[in-house]
């Protein structure tokens, strides 16, 4: 992997819906191989509809998204907030269902599934069905379910808004770990300044109407980041300094406070 170098350079990129709502309005922005870069923002600044861009599930009115390398169809794995499970089916067939989408039998994938399982700590629970997992364990599912093609770009959508904060503190942990041994690119769209500055090596606060790039934030505290960098001083000041650029943002909106 070549690390930082570009894989994907918004140019320009704005998105105005039939409605006449423009949810992204001139974005610039470069990716770079083995980011963890986190889309900072308050509410309707544009993260899902900057996200679904890349995830190519909605196409822009303006400007380009330039992938700078070969990418194949299955190069993007995409985590919701919600895990999205199918109800009825086991945590193994919830994980395999990307691969049997591209025809690849149970049998083929079993050692991916059993190996991702085992990565998110979910060992154990392979014949379990949702409605028997916590919150926290159905996200380690959708996790992944959104590894196991292997994608070069993990895209997360607010993927632990809706856990309590030790499980969430627990999941940003293990999705770190993850991180690092496989270097995979991840973008992650979160409303938390404190999450965005434990994960990330780069945050893209952006601001509202229309939906832009604001300010970008390097955090450039090393990896691998425990409980200690969690509870630094380094860390603390870090926030604050994330938190003043969100505030500025959400001055700049222009119009009625969401
Ligand atoms: N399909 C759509 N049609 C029309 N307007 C849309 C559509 N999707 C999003 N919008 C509008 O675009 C703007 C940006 O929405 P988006 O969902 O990208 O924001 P967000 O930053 O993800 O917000 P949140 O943090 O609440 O999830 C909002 O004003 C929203 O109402
Ligand atoms: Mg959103």
């Known amino acids: 992997m070549n690390e930082g170098a570009p894989l994907l350079v918004m140019d320009g990129v704005g998105k105005t819906f039939?409605?006449?709502?423009?949810?992204?309005d001139d974005v610039n922005l470069t990716i770079g191989e083995g980011d963890f870069l986190s889309l900072l923002g308050p509410s309707g600044c544009g993260k899902s509809t900057a996200l679904r861009l890349i995830a190519g599930l909605s196409v822009p009115t303006r400007g380009r998204?330039?992938?700078?390398k070969e990418m194949g169809d299955d190069c993007?794995?995409?985590?919701?907030?919600?895990?999205?499970?199918?109800?009825?089916?086991s945590v193994f067939d919830n994980v395999w269902l990307p691969l049997r989408l591209r025809g690849v039998s149970r049998a083929k994938a079993a050692p991916a599934v059993h190996e991702l399982l085992e990565r998110v700590h979910l060992s154990g629970f392979e014949n379990a069905v949702p409605r028997e997992l916590s919150g926290g364990m159905k996200m380690r599912v959708s996790i992944a379910r959104g590894l196991v093609t292997k994608p070069r770009v993990l895209l997360m959508d607010e993927p632990f808004a809706a856990l309590d904060e030790i499980t969430r503190f627990k999941l940003n942990n293990d999705?770190?770990?993850l991180w690092q041994d496989e270097r995979f690119t991840v973008v992650f769209v979160t409303h938390s300044v404190f999450e965005s500055v434990f994960l990330s090596n780069r945050i893209v606060v952006m601001a509202a109407r229309p939906g832009r790039v604001h300010e970008?934030?390097?955090?450039?505290?090393?990896y691998p980041r425990d409980e200690a960098f969690r509870t630094s001083p380094g860390y603390?000041?870090?926030?604050?300094?994330a938190s003043d650029v969100l505030v500025l943002a959400i001055n700049s909106t222009h119009g009625a406070a969401a």
């Open 18 to 24: 039939s409605n006449g709502v423009t949810a992204l």
């Open 65 to 68: 998204l330039d992938w700078r």
């Open 76 to 89: 993007v794995g995409f985590v919701f907030q919600e895990p999205t499970l199918l109800p009825w089916a």
């Open 175 to 177: 999705l770190l770990e």
């Open 216 to 222: 970008e934030i390097a955090i450039d505290a090393p």
């Open 236 to 241: 603390a000041a870090l926030c604050r300094q």
